[in-house]
T-cell receptor, first 115, second 117 residues
Framework: DGGITQSPKYLFRKEGQNVTLSCEQNLNHDAMYWYRQDPGQGLRLIYYSQIVNDFQKGDIAEGYSVSREKKESFPLTVTSAQKNPTAFYLC??????????????FGNGTRLTVT | AQSVTQLDSHVSVSEGTPVLLRCNYSSSYSPSLFWYVQHPNKGLQLLLKYTSAATLVKGINGFEAEFKKSETSFHLTKPSAHMSDAAEYFCVVSDPNSGGGADGLTFGKGTHLIIQP
């Protein structure tokens, strides 16, 4: 079955530590995205990537970093510079970012708790 | 600028009765519109999409939505609610040329659908 796998499902970290969230897709999609979801706020875009070795900042990129070394993988690092890292993080992919009617396919998310 | 307003943060209906989740949008171009569903602690799943073809769009699980340009609305309906429909629903506008997020998408804040037995 094709899809997006995010791991781990739950992640707990101490304040001041960097943490990396994994996202892998086997849909052969070019574009990948990271969103942050907070209660009552919908989804906010952190970073996106249209092709391998290229990525762009989204609306709330501060305190986050990404890489896109392989088409299938788009890991997100939450750094100690992110002031409020506790949230639900969703990874998504689509066939082509430029096709405005191309729907997003989502993973099941990682819930990060930082204390 | 592009925007999406989901008019109700919570909707409660009885099992077997109709569901109406309201979405209004603004966009300077002819947008694509989507409805997604999210069950607790899961990712979002596409219910249906409108891409300037038929204005009445049928989706999965018996849901449908009607694009009304004059009213700038894209309301989601289902004739008969089932307990498994209890979830969060998001209306999304897509137009890379019309503002919104850096990815050209604007998400509504979501409507929590509660199904009473």
């Amino acid at each position: 079955d094709g899809g997006i796998t995010q791991s781990p499902k739950y992640l707990f970290r101490k304040e001041g530590q960097n943490v990396t969230l994994s996202c892998e897709q086997n849909l052969n999609h070019d574009a990948m995205y990271w969103y942050r979801q907070d209660p009552g706020q919908g989804l906010r875009l952190i970073y996106y990537s249209q092709i391998v070795n290229d990525f762009q900042k989204g609306d709330i990129a501060e305190g986050y970093s990404v890489s896109r070394e392989k088409k299938e993988s788009f890991p997100l690092t939450v750094t100690s510079a992110q002031k409020n890292p506790t949230a639900f993080y969703l990874c998504a992919s689509s066939e082509w970012r430029g096709a405005r009617n191309s729907p997003l396919h989502f993973g099941n998310g990682t819930r990060l708790t930082v204390t | 600028a592009q925007s999406v307003t989901q008019l109700d943060s919570h909707v409660s209906v009885s099992e077997g009765t109709p569901v109406l989740l309201r979405c209004n949008y603004s966009s300077s171009y002819s947008p694509s519109l989507f409805w997604y569903v999210q069950h607790p602690n899961k990712g979002l799943q596409l219910l249906l999409k409108y891409t300037s073809a038929a204005t009445l769009v049928k989706g999965i699980n018996g849901f449908e939505a009607e694009f009304k340009k004059s009213e700038t609305s894209f309301h989601l309906t289902k004739p008969s609610a089932h307990m498994s429909d209890a979830a969060e629903y998001f209306c999304v506008v897509s137009d890379p040329n019309s503002g919104g997020g850096a990815d050209g998408l604007t998400f509504g804040k979501g409507t929590h659908l509660i199904i009473q037995p």
